[in-house]
């Protein structure tokens, strides 16, 4: 055994970095708002609990239906979606091969295509591939940008809507997103409690 | 467990787990095979159908998902976009080994069904999910502007 393995702390982070699984869940967590309280400044805890939730925003399970073009992306590695869609008129597919052509109400395990009866690609004004965290969040508070939502129903949007809430029910090999949607839910509450401050 | 689905006009009962792709269930136990199996992971095109109009990738669909629906497979597609469809690809000899024309011929009546003259991008966008080995694209969308100009 060499001597930097030998090394109990070293052997120990070896240890976890063997263990996956373990890696993976730990990962995929979320910090609770509470974690947070530690931050004085009322605006600069604000702008953390936007940052953490940011690890679901900026997770490829949203990603992928929030493109910037009329392309969806699609996988772990965000590739254009396969076979050519576009979003069309109302970001429900091309006249003749519209989404729902293949993603049903379910995701179907058989063929490993997702599904859900919402399933659309986010209009282009929601666009948060190819912006920075910062620019997400003022274009989440942009109501000529965000659906006309108030903050309340933004939340409302994160913590309840089930397209959403696909994200952590993904299906097939799919990472899902960090966390669960609760926790991204009291996060996006805590955030909009704290005077919704941007990352910078 | 016994499922009626409407195929091709008619109320047809099958014996099938609800959770079975339509695609079996339309070849094995209806015996339609004019639906095509080649990938079964929505990425061919092969067994596109018509679920109220719309074109379904039958082998990514449970059968249950199309209760109470209208489902058309190329044995019965047969409105006026269909019938032009047919004779341009006899005319323009469009197929060649053919196993992907099926689901060529139903996204196309698709697309024809709500756009009679549809620009070459509303043809290829409308026909990317179908793939053709013998890469026949240019003739069918030759054949879709051609059927296109018979229903003008």
């Given at each position: ?11 120990a982070?070896?240890?976890?970095a063997a ?12 910090r ?37 073009g009329?392309?969806?992306t ?8 396969s ?27 058989p063929s ?15 666009a ?52 669960t ?20 | ?15 099938a ?7 079996w ?7 339609l095979?004019?639906?095509?199996y080649?990938?079964?992971?929505a ?28 489902v058309?497979?190329i ?74 100009k018979q229903?003008?």
């Amino acid at each position: 055994m060499s001597s930097s393995t030998s090394c109990p702390a070293l052997r120990a982070l070896v240890l976890l970095a063997a263990t996956c699984g373990f890696c993976s869940a730990f990962a995929a967590d979320l910090r609770s708002p509470d974690s947070f309280s530690g931050i004085a400044d009322k605006t600069e805890r604000s702008r953390a609990l936007f940052v953490e939730a940011g690890k679901v925003i900026q997770s490829p399970r949203c990603l992928n239906c929030h493109p910037a073009g009329e392309r969806p992306t699609q996988g772990a590695d965000m590739h254009l979606h396969s076979p050519l869609v576009i979003r069309g008129a109302d970001d429900k597919g091309a006249l003749g091969m519209r989404c729902a052509a293949c993603h049903q109400s379910a995701n179907f395990e058989p063929s490993g295509v997702p599904g859900h009866p919402l399933w659309h690609a986010a209009p282009k004004s929601m666009a948060w591939q190819q912006r920075s965290l910062g620019q997400i969040c003022a274009q989440l508070k942009d109501t000529r940008r965000n659906g006309g939502k108030s903050m309340a129903q933004m939340h409302e949007h994160m913590a309840s809507d089930t397209l959403v809430g696909w994200a952590w029910q993904p299906g097939g090999a799919r990472d899902p997103a960090p966390g669960t949607q609760a926790q991204f839910g009291a996060l996006i509450a805590a955030w909009i409690e704290t005077g919704a401050a941007c990352p910078r | 467990m016994p499922l009626t689905i409407n195929v091709n006009g008619q109320d047809r009962q099958v014996d099938a787990d609800p959770a079975t792709p339509l695609l079996w269930v339309i070849r094995e136990d209806l015996g339609l095979t004019g639906t095509k199996y080649g990938c079964g992971i929505a990425q061919c095109g092969a067994c596109t159908v018509h679920v109220d109009g719309q074109t379904l990738r039958s082998c990514t669909a449970p059968v249950s998902a199309v209760a109470g629906r209208k489902v058309v497979t190329i044995e019965g597609v047969s409105s006026p976009a269909a019938r032009a469809v047919q004779k341009a690809w006899v005319e323009l000899d469009v197929v060649q080994c053919g196993y992907c024309q099926s689901g060529q011929i139903m996204s196309a009546v698709a697309l024809l069904d709500k756009k009679r003259r549809p620009s070459d991008d509303d043809i290829d966008h409308a026909m990317a999910g179908n793939i053709c080995r013998c890469a026949t694209y240019q003739r069918i969308r030759a054949a879709i502007h051609a059927a296109a100009k018979q229903l003008a």
